[in-house]
């Protein structure tokens, strides 16, 4: 009885030992909060060009409207 308490606390303590090392190595595989992986960047990136690049075509085409609007309307016509 005695030798079966004892294995059965060993291999508990094994258990316990075989937890702990997983926990640590998740822990380590963790990025620091704040940190940005390389792809994110590149998304990041891309979606400002994409803003910059919409802002531009929005200006563009709200100035072109606005000139097409103040035009009176027979434009120079001769009938």
Known sequence: MIID????KARHEEFLAAAERNRLVKLSMLKP???ISS???????FGGLL???GSRLEDRFAAEARYNQTQPVDCGQKI
């Open 51 to 53: 803003r910059r690049s």
């Open 5 to 8: 308490e004892y294995f059965m």
């Open 39 to 45: 792809s994110e960047r590149v998304l990041v990136w």
């Open 33 to 35: 909060e704040g940190a």
